[in-house]
């Protein structure tokens, strides 16, 4: 029985390799700043890069990362027309922090909160900061587990690698 | 049974993916393990492990097709490590399932978790990394009619390690955007929720007549207009004897939960003010188990701090009784000015207030005499009723913390905290009363970093907190290399110089190296752990003390 379940696995994830070229975002809603809901399938960019970010209030490394990309985010968009989605996987116990830390931050970033962690299950995401770069049809074709200084560079290395 | 259903989803996903030519959907997951040796340390009391290396590992995959869904979890404790309950053991898959969606209608069977309102009267989640992980097995059903109106309903079994509650759980719940359904342009936007769930358990206990069907239901509002924001909670659980079921200790009494938050916030500032009094709320899967049972969530009214010390003594909801506040303020001083100086200064401050409920009023059933009673109570009993506010009931939890943080220059960044905590370590632990009373601590933290080139940047912190009781004071410092965008590399002692002990007066060192790329990290350390408490979903759990190597692989595909 073993045998029979390793080697399905296995022609499962061979099956994978061969058709997971072009990955796309899953159908999952999130829930809003103004209490409502969005599916995150419907986020939008005109065509240009977007970059998604998982963060909760509670995560230093994420704070990092998005304050460090909050100080030159503007010249990103100038220059490759990114957007950036800061989804917060915060639950009922800091929820209520997510939007007085945003704006107190002054961030101008899309941000949405997944407060039972549906979202973050679906994109297989087990540790924040997790973030993913989505090119002009939607499809994920980056990803970067952590934050340390200096990541950011690597990511706009990546961003412009789709701007045109 | 189980892995009979477990073959039949995965020749399913084998036939759809066969079947399926041109978009043939995709599959995606993430593994994670988790390995650490066990060595004997006497002199901070970890113990070997026979085993030599314990292992826990994970991995799940879901597979997409347009809008129907199917995956499942391989989970393996062999054997778990020794910060986890030992009754996961072995292998297995638990959790399992699939959904589709048509027409606005959402269909899950097998597995989900779910979550009403706030959690007061239901959440089921996961936390693998801690070891929490209720997930339901059953139907879930979720639909939308219009716009704005949103409804569900669910029945199943809740999750503890390897098995299953004997409770059966059922829940629905609405939820209506009036903004949305009524297509309102006012500036305000409201939203109401009603949820309810009742478990069913059969009464099988010949001394006691016990409820079969407990029902716990929850009203919810939001209210927002610009920078204001209004979000309320009250909920009502009724009758539930629960744990061990003794005369004296069955409580038939209802119990309720009430949590209120009102923030503001415009560009650069920011403020958060909240409460909840809790009153005989827990709500478990079984009546007559333990608090791993747990399927609500009374969501813990302190700050979730991250610096070491800061966490070391942590607060967690009482649900038998507790009243609490909280204030949360966000400053960013601007650019250019005195003190923001050229790049700016972010503030943040935090205070928490947990205190038992108190007081009350006592009813005499044979002359429908009402009398006043005085001190602290735990919460609601047959008899007596404790009162809405506490302003002197015994103090359980107080944190005054505030963290300053500035970009100095291009190279330096520094962030500074201040705190004051006061843990009552005899409730909050479930000790005896008058054991260990309250610990007052006094903590400061430098944090700094400094980028030495570009992707090389050194961080440095160092943590001190004073403590009489406890285990009184503590040092940290810990200094972090990382070369950005592959690798770091960190070392930290925590030392408890100020233990009245002299004999655990002891350093715990650790070394770790990490290296990322892309969707995986792998990290290495060795070092000891200290022995403490932590808290997850209300369930707090002690930590044995280890010593070991430790290796930790996240791949997410």
């Known amino acids: 029985m073993k045998k029979l379940f390793l080697s399905l696995l296995v022609t499962i994830l061979i099956s994978t390799l061969s058709i997971a070229q072009n990955r796309t975002l899953p159908s999952v809603d999130v829930k809003t700043l103004d209490g409502g809901s969005i599916n995150i399938t419907a986020l939008e960019n005109n065509g240009q890069p977007i970059v998604i970010s998982f963060w909760a209030t509670w995560c230093k490394p994420c704070k990092k990362e998005l304050n460090t990309i909050a100080e030159v985010y503007e010249d990103w968009q100038d220059e490759t027309g990114v957007k950036l989605v800061a989804i917060s996987i915060d639950n009922s116990r800091s929820m209520a922090k997510v939007a007085p830390y945003v704006n107190a931050s002054d961030w101008d970033y899309e941000v949405y909160i997944d407060p039972n962690g549906d979202l973050k299950r679906a994109m297989g995401i087990s540790t924040v900061?997790?973030?993913?770069?989505?090119?002009?049809?939607?499809?994920?074709?980056?990803?970067?587990?952590?934050?340390?200084?200096?990541?950011?560079?690597?990511?706009?290395?990546?961003?412009?690698?789709?701007?045109? | 049974?189980?892995?009979?259903?477990?073959?039949?989803?995965?020749?399913?996903?084998?036939?759809?993916?066969?079947?399926?030519?041109?978009?043939?959907?995709?599959?995606?997951?993430?593994?994670?393990?988790?390995?650490?040796?066990?060595?004997?340390?006497?002199?901070?009391?970890?113990?070997?492990?026979?085993?030599?290396?314990?292992?826990?590992?994970?991995?799940?995959i879901n597979y997409t097709k347009g809008d129907f869904t199917a995956g499942l979890r391989y989970e393996s404790y062999l054997n778990a490590l020794m910060d986890f309950d030992d009754s996961y053991k072995g292998n297995g898959i638990p959790f399992r399932y699939a959904s589709y969606t048509i027409?606005?209608?959402?269909?899950?069977?097998?597995?989900?978790?779910?979550?009403?309102?706030?959690?007061?009267?239901?959440?089921?989640?996961?936390?693998?990394?801690?070891?929490?992980?209720?997930?339901?097995?059953?139907?879930?059903?979720?639909?939308?009619?219009?716009?704005?109106?949103?409804?569900?309903?669910?029945?199943?079994?809740?999750?503890?390690?390897?098995?299953?509650?004997?409770?059966?759980?059922?829940?629905?719940?609405?939820e209506v955007n009036l903004n949305e359904a009524l297509n309102l342009k006012t500036k305000t936007r409201i939203i109401i929720g009603q949820g309810l769930v009742s478990r069913f358990q059969a009464d099988i206990n010949p001394k006691f007549k016990l409820p079969q069907n407990v029902a716990a239901y929850s009203t919810r509002l939001n209210i927002i207009n610009g920078g204001w924001n209004y979000s309320g909670e009250y909920a009502v659980k009724l009758n539930d004897p629960v744990g061990s079921l003794t005369t004296e200790g069955n409580n038939y009494a209802n119990g309720n939960a009430l949590m209120s938050s009102l923030s503001y916030s415009k560009r650069g500032f920011g403020i958060v003010a909240e409460m909840h009094r809790v009153d005989h709320m827990e709500f478990r899967s079984e009546r007559a188990q333990e608090k791993q049972y747990i399927i609500n969530y009374?969501?813990?009214?302190?700050?979730?701090?991250?610096?070491?010390?800061?966490?070391?003594?942590?607060?967690?909801?009482?649900?038998?009784?507790?009243?609490?506040?909280?204030?949360?303020?966000?400053?960013?001083?601007?650019?250019?000015?005195?003190?923001?100086?050229?790049?700016?200064?972010?503030?943040?401050?935090?205070?928490?207030?947990?205190?038992?409920?108190?007081?009350?009023?006592?009813?005499?059933?044979e002359n429908n005499e009402v009398g006043e009673l005085s001190g602290s109570f735990k919460n609601d009993n047959n008899d007596f009723t404790?009162?809405?506010?506490?302003?002197?009931?015994?103090?359980?939890?107080?944190?005054?913390?505030?963290?300053?943080?500035?970009?100095?220059?291009?190279?330096?960044?520094?962030?500074?905290?201040?705190?004051?905590?006061?843990?009552?370590?005899?409730?909050?632990?479930?000790?005896?009363?008058?054991?260990?009373?309250?610990?007052?601590?006094?903590?400061?933290?430098?944090?700094?970093?400094?980028?030495?080139?570009?992707?090389?940047?050194?961080?440095?912190?160092?943590?001190?907190?004073?403590?009489?009781?406890?285990?009184?004071?503590?040092?940290?410092?810990?200094?972090?290399?990382?070369?950005?965008?592959?690798?770091?590399?960190?070392?930290?002692?925590?030392?408890?110089?100020?233990?009245?002990?002299?004999?655990?007066?002891?350093?715990?060192?650790?070394?770790?190296?990490?290296?990322?790329?892309?969707?995986?990290?792998?990290?290495?350390?060795?070092?000891?752990?200290?022995?403490?408490?932590?808290?997850?979903g209300g369930v707090c759990k002690e930590v044995p003390s280890s010593n070991g190597f430790s290796l930790a692989i996240s791949s997410s595909f």
């Open chain 1, 129 to 164: 900061p997790h973030t993913f770069l989505l090119n002009s049809k939607k499809e994920i074709v980056w990803q970067h587990k952590g934050y340390v200084d200096g990541d950011e560079d690597e990511l706009l290395e990546q961003i412009k690698k789709l701007a045109h």
């Open chain 2, 1 to 60: 049974m189980l892995k009979k259903i477990t073959y039949t989803f995965i020749l399913s996903f084998l036939t759809l993916n066969s079947f399926a030519q041109n978009n043939s959907g995709e599959i995606h997951g993430d593994f994670d393990l988790n390995m650490q040796s066990y060595q004997e340390d006497e002199i901070i009391g970890a113990k070997a492990a026979d085993e030599i290396i314990l292992n826990n590992a994970y991995l799940n």
């Open chain 2, 386 to 536: 404790p009162q809405f506010f506490s302003k002197n009931g015994e103090l359980y939890f107080r944190d005054i913390n505030l963290e300053v943080y500035k970009k100095i220059n291009k190279k330096i960044r520094a962030t500074g905290v201040i705190a004051k905590q006061s843990y009552n370590k005899d409730v909050l632990e479930g000790k005896t009363p008058g054991t260990y009373g309250i610990v007052e601590s006094t903590i400061a933290i430098a944090d700094i970093s400094y980028k030495i080139k570009k992707g090389h940047t050194v961080r440095i912190e160092l943590q001190e907190l004073l403590a009489d009781g406890g285990e009184g004071s503590w040092s940290m410092g810990l200094a972090e290399y990382t070369i950005s965008p592959h690798w770091f590399f960190a070392v930290q002692d925590m030392y408890n110089w100020g233990n009245h002990d002299v004999s655990k007066q002891l350093h715990y060192v650790n070394i770790n190296l990490g290296y990322l790329k892309g969707a995986n990290r792998i990290e290495i350390g060795y070092g000891k752990k200290r022995a403490g408490i932590f808290c997850v």
């Open chain 2, 298 to 365: 009374i969501p813990t009214l302190t700050k979730q701090h991250t610096y070491t010390l800061l966490a070391l003594y942590p607060s967690a909801t009482q649900t038998e009784g507790e009243f609490g506040n909280q204030i949360d303020i966000f400053y960013k001083i601007k650019k250019g000015s005195l003190l923001g100086g050229k790049y700016g200064t972010k503030i943040t401050f935090n205070h928490s207030n947990i205190r038992s409920l108190e007081k009350g009023v006592k009813y005499n059933t």
């Open chain 2, 103 to 174: 027409d606005g209608l959402e269909v899950t069977v097998g597995n989900y978790y779910e979550q009403v309102g706030s959690g007061l009267i239901f959440r089921s989640y996961e936390n693998k990394g801690l070891g929490a992980d209720n997930a339901m097995d059953g139907i879930r059903l979720k639909y939308s009619p219009l716009k704005g109106i949103y409804l569900k309903s669910f029945i199943g079994k809740s999750r503890t390690y390897f098995t299953y509650s004997e409770g059966i759980i059922r829940g629905a719940d609405a």
